[in-house]
């Protein structure tokens, strides 16, 4: 496995890779890597002929007042997991070598990035635009992987793959969880036991949902009073949102009759989660 820290090297392997008939897929990471990364790098091996994994925590899509400084960095023994894993390919740059110098140019799909995760932590997702457009630029793959979990981060990136005509194929898969049902995340290691515990509310109000729609109840204000009701017997979780839109508009919608994504953030001790789940 390589494992490459500049952009011109990577790019130049890259080449080798389309020059030997090979389609490349990119598994995009910031790192501490768990079994829902590792779902997304065999979805990529089914698929593609060889696998890249990058690896770069995104000051850009961090606010103020957010995690940038304690996100767990692992990286060395991410890259034992991913070699055993059969990866190709990991790209580990500098943030310099992401951002040099006086850079100001961004990417912002206007609109969606403001609702759900973006209406709560302004400009996020003008970073996670940006460092995507980067990497997808660098190294042109065919199919580019992302986890269900981060749902909104999937719409915007839709877009901005759609209207920037970006020659890639953006690849979605399902929310790995924990066998009680937490979604799987890089942050789940900063919950105390007690807080762990505290989170499983996140899932607990979205399989209330879940039922209550396969029941038969398809109006979107009944099951969110239904969803905000499980939320409110947990005190240790300090709700953000919990919204039911459309999964690729992100706009509430009136009813889950045509589907629906049901979406919920929290914040858990100082952890700020999320979790969702399509209807």
């Not at 979805?43 to 990058?54: E, L, R």
């Amino acid at each position: 496995m390589l494992v490459l820290r500049t952009i011109a090297e990577t790019r130049t392997t890259c080449a080798r890779i389309r020059l030997a008939g090979k389609t490349l897929g990119l598994v995009p990471t910031m790192g501490a890597l768990h079994e829902g990364h590792l779902s997304l790098v065999r979805a990529a091996q089914a698929s593609c002929d060889a696998v890249a994994v990058s690896i770069f925590v995104n000051p850009t899509q961090f606010g103020p007042k957010e995690d940038f400084a304690s996100y767990p960095r692992t990286l060395e023994q991410d890259c034992r997991i991913l070699e055993a894993a059969g990866v190709d390919l990991v790209f580990a740059p500098s943030v310099q070598g992401m951002y040099p110098s006086g850079a100001s140019a961004f990417v912002e799909v206007a609109g969606l990035s403001d609702r759900l995760d973006g209406a709560s932590r302004p400009g996020h997702f003008r970073g996670v635009a940006t460092v995507v457009a980067k990497l997808l630029n660098i190294f042109a793959p065919e199919r580019a992987f992302f986890g269900q979990k981060d749902a909104a981060q999937v719409a915007v990136l839709r877009k901005m793959v759609h209207d920037l005509r970006f020659a890639v194929q953006v690849e979605v898969c399902p929310i790995v969880r924990e066998p009680d049902g937490l979604a799987m995340s890089s942050r789940n290691r900063n919950l105390s036991d007690i807080q762990r515990r505290q989170a499983l509310i996140l899932s607990r109000a979205l399989l209330t949902v879940q039922r209550k729609a396969q029941g038969g109840e398809h109006e979107s204000s009944k099951l969110l009073a239904e969803a905000l009701g499980v939320l409110a017997g947990e005190p240790g979780a300090e709700l953000d949102y919990c919204r039911i839109v459309d999964p690729d508009t992100l706009e509430d919608i009136p009813s889950v009759d045509r589907g629906a994504l049901v979406a919920v953030a929290a914040r858990v001790g100082t952890t700020r989660l999320i979790d969702n789940l399509l209807l």
